[in-house]
């Protein structure tokens, strides 16, 4: 198949351990301070608004610092002998989060204006002339639109010369000791960087008690050829269904002919099911013996392992869905799409910490992880995957809760959750030809 050349961009974290991570607080402070010093002069220059990111760096620099020429800016910085490159991260978070702050506004005003016209129609649909002596409609949105913040926090980015020596074991930084600026050596720990990657800025963030580097890395995907390229070339297609059951999911590749190539069954979801539950009975016991008193924060430990046991099966289930497509030369994963009721009350009926509530989690990691394979994962509404037999196409007329099995009108008996999935990849690739056609 030919295809195009792109790239995905993940991003690596690092623990961060070094002789002095008092100088990297001080570092985060003086950045947090520079970042919200642009953050307030953007807001106050209107006229700036409506340039693009760059511009408005050059704008912002010119007035805060008197330049080659040693003129007197109108606004400036007040901290000194900032390295340029660090003084431009810290500008490019301050325009990110005034950028942030006026788009909220500007989605709430025009939220008024709309409510104001049509306050305006039902007065004159009820007999009524305008609102009299040119009176304004006027909501008071101050909490919903939000206010210029009082304090940013803001990652420490490190440009290019604000660091050297890095390798996935180690990094010296150049820092802040609140008198100096420092070189800082730093040790890594953490997986190795891939081969044929560009490393882009580092960015140190405090994680608790820890000091994290997260690194975004670029690498190359190989085929980026859009959905209507692949089903044209006749690409493998992957259903994927999810279940609440010890299978977080189940997986049926078909190809070009619709013929099914390979079935897997994701297994571990009983046993995810158990280490959550063990946490959150230990959480129970101890919100009996502290109540609601503020010790009750001591449970942040057990809440923080749950968040980190979402997080590992999470991973771990998307990438062996992506190791079998891999193995099975898929172009096209197909995940089910649900109306937003019934999706909010199924989740609901199979609870927080369900394997059928971690599928939420599954489908983001698997976006960006397929994309770094070459693979394309989208959504088919799956109205109809689950009433029909996947083999013959008639409607299915008995299934058994307990064994998951259905049977269709023929005879055929299958596991439901494989059935839908055979469907989907179906689905997907007869509504492709259908569109063709017509």
Known sequence: MSSN?????????????????EWLIRTQELYDGIVKFYYDLLLAHEELWGLNS?????????????????????????????????????????????KSFLSRKRAVDDADRNEAEDADTDRKADGFDAYPSGEKWIFSRVSRAGIPAEEIHSAVVY??????????????????DGEKWNWLGCRLSGRDFPQNARMLSPSVV???????????????VENISPVKKRLEDGGNICGIQFTNGDAFAVAS????????????????????????????DKISSSAD????????LANRKYWVHLKHLREHYAHQVSREIIRFCEEHHTDIIVLPKYKSDYTRNVMKGAGKW?????STRVRSYLRYKAWKSGIIVMETYAGGTGTV??????????????????????????????NTARNLAVKCRRQFQERESG
Not at 8 to 20: A, G, N
Not at 289 to 296: A, K, M, Q, R
Request: net charge positive; with cysteine; charged share 25%.
């Open 5 to 21: 050349q792109g790239y995905s961009i993940t991003t690596y974290r690092f623990r961060l351990r070094c002789s002095h991570p």
């Open 54 to 98: 760059q511009e408005i760096l050059r704008s912002l620099e010119f007035l805060s610092l008197p330049g080659k020429e040693k003129r007197s800016p109108q606004t400036p910085l007040p901290w000194e002998d900032v390295p340029p490159y660090f003084r431009r991260a810290a500008i490019n978070g301050g325009i990110a989060a005034a």
């Open 159 to 176: 440009y290019s010369r604000m660091y050297r020596d890095f390798s996935s074991e180690h990094i010296t930084l150049k820092v802040w």
């Open 206 to 220: 405090p994680e608790g008690s820890f000091l994290m580097l997260h690194v975004p890395v670029r690498e190359p």
């Open 253 to 280: 590749i078909c190809d070009a002919n619709g013929k099914e190539t390979a079935v897997k069954f994701f297994n571990g979801g009983l046993e995810y099911s158990h280490h959550c539950r063990k946490v959150l």
């Open 289 to 296: 013996s502290l109540g609601d008193s503020p010790e009750g």
């Open 354 to 358: 369900s394997p059928l509530d971690l």
């Open 389 to 418: 037999c996947a083999k013959c196409g008639q409607p299915l007329i008995e299934e058994s809760g307990k064994s998951k099995e259905c049977i269709c009108r023929m005879g055929h008996r299958v596991n439901r959750y494989l």
